[in-house]
């Protein structure tokens, strides 16, 4: 009796056929054709959900407001999140694997975006229209995978993975534990720290021009 329960409720899905008779069989629908039904309907829920949220009147995001981030995949996605939001600039001090930022950063230059970044890390975002500052160099590496960006000015987002005893820079650093739960960060459209996180890739980029102009 149970697998014709579960049987009836994969023919109400769409899951199977059945072929009459004085037994019932039951034909298993090709995973083609069931699994692009099964995103078009998905699809067109979300698409439906998301007009019905529309409708509704969202609460207004606090300026005062911080909200904490714990784990690598919660980081990365706050920090697409707030990519995605750019129409005028992003601003980026990043140490984390480009690949994580890429879609969005393409996404934003087709926008316009301009896009500026800085890095201790010896890393490249190729096919990317970005002014780039680094001031990677092997006497003076990174040890922490850290990312700040600030978007359109108006909001930002923080985080790296735990540094505990460790100093961030120099010639005796190790790398990091970088699993999902190593990291930490915060996100938030409070314009004092916007206006911090700002003012620090800001000046990260100025020191280490003066450093190489005067040696």
Request: hydrophobic share 40%; glycine share 4%; aromatic share 8%.
């Given at each position: 009796p149970s697998v014709y329960s579960a049987l009836e409720s994969l023919l109400a899905k769409g899951c199977v056929t059945s072929?009459?008779?004085?037994?019932?069989?039951?034909?298993?629908?090709?995973?083609?054709i069931l699994f692009d039904e099964m995103s078009s309907s998905f699809a067109a829920s979300c698409q439906k959900a998301k007009k019905c949220l529309e409708s509704l009147k969202a609460p207004s995001f606090s300026n005062h407001e911080f909200s904490n981030i714990e784990g690598k995949e919660n980081l990365i996605r706050?920090?697409?999140?707030?990519?995605?939001?750019?129409?005028?600039?992003?601003?980026?001090?990043?140490?984390?694997?480009?690949?994580?930022f890429a879609e969005e950063l393409k996404l934003a230059e087709n926008r316009g975006v301009r896009i500026v970044l800085f890095?201790?890390?010896?890393?490249?975002?190729?096919?990317?229209?970005i002014e780039f500052y680094s001031g990677y160099s092997e006497n003076s590496q990174c040890a922490d995978e850290r990312i700040f960006v600030v978007s359109d000015f108006a909001h930002c987002v923080v985080g790296s993975n735990e540094r505990k005893d460790y100093i961030a820079h120099g010639k005796d650093t190790e790398k990091l534990p970088n699993g999902e739960k190593d990291f930490?960060?915060?996100?938030?459209?409070?314009?004092?720290?916007?206006n911090l996180v700002t003012e620090h890739i800001h000046f990260d980029i100025y020191l280490n021009r003066l450093k190489q102009k005067h040696k």
């Open positions: 072929i009459p008779g004085n037994t019932v069989e039951y034909r298993a629908v090709s995973p083609e706050n920090v697409n999140r707030v990519i995605h939001l750019a129409q005028k600039e992003i601003i980026m001090n990043c140490t984390m694997s480009p690949d994580f890095t201790w890390a010896d890393i490249q975002f190729k096919d990317i229209k930490f960060g915060m996100i938030s459209d409070n314009r004092l720290m916007v």
